[in-house]
């Protein structure tokens, strides 16, 4: 069982930064892909960004070069470094895995995956 907590969501500005950190428990936390996931309202989850246990990263097109994806499995914790924020990024961020810590790229997680609560992001323009 993995459970998640995000953190470090706000209210900003365009143009401004924000880091986002996800808490798991668990011993399987360093063996597990960890992915970013954004809903804005009225619309459908997002994929933002994945980070294999090996290191590798992905990203969406609409966030690459803008957004980083790190962690640290010391701290069983992932992070969403957000530079240059767009008002298009305002969404709930979701940290998210795989049950069976999968990497997802390309294929949505499905609620009976893991998700934290979320934390909400809000750029102004």
């Known amino acids: 069982q993995v459970q998640l907590l995000e953190s470090g969501g706000g209210l900003v500005q365009a143009g401004d930064s924000l880091r986002l950190s996800c808490a798991a428990s668990?011993?399987?936390?360093?063996?597990?892909?960890m992915h970013w996931i954004r809903q804005a309202p009225g619309k459908e989850r997002e994929f933002v960004a994945a980070i294999h246990w090996t290191g590798s990263t992905y990203y969406a097109d609409s966030v690459k070069g803008r957004f980083t994806i790190s962690r640290d499995n010391t701290k069983n914790t992932v992070y969403l470094q957000m530079n240059n924020l767009k008002p298009e990024d305002t969404a709930v961020y979701f940290c998210a895995a795989d049950r069976r810590g999968r990497l997802r790229v390309g294929v949505p997680l499905q609620d009976d995956d893991y998700w934290g609560q979320g934390t909400q992001v809000t750029v102004s323009s």
């Open positions: 668990g011993r399987t936390f360093s063996s597990f892909a």
